[in-house]
């Protein structure tokens, strides 16, 4: 059974930058396809970034440019480094293995 556990979430001022972090156990990380999503209050879930056990990467197109996504095989973890912060990104980060695991997320709140 995969488990994920986020964190590194918060409060920071629009323009600011957070990095999340996603530590995985019970698969062969190196493996896994992995993806953060984020969910919005009253809104759908949607996937922000991607990437997979080869290291090709994938970001929406609201998150271009600002966010990067990377891994750690060595360390079971994956990052989502978030630059530029807009108060449309607050929502709760969800980190997902394979598009079947999931984590309990992390809370980003940007004020403007």
């Known amino acids: 059974q995969v488990q994920l556990v986020e964190s590194g979430g918060g409060l920071v001022q629009a323009g600011g930058s957070l990095r999340l972090s996603c530590a995985s156990s019970g698969s062969i990380f190196s493996n896994n396809h992995m993806n953060w999503y984020r969910q919005a209050p009253g809104k759908q879930r949607k996937l922000v970034a991607a990437?997979?056990?080869?290291?090709?990467?994938h970001y929406a197109d609201s998150v271009k440019g600002r966010f990067t996504i990377s891994r750690d095989n060595a360390k079971n973890t994956v990052y989502l480094q978030m630059n530029s912060l807009k108060p449309e990104d607050t929502a709760v980060y969800y980190c997902n293995a394979d598009f079947e695991y999931w984590g309990k997320g992390t809370l980003v709140t940007v004020s403007s």
């Open positions: 990437i997979t056990s080869g290291g090709s990467t």
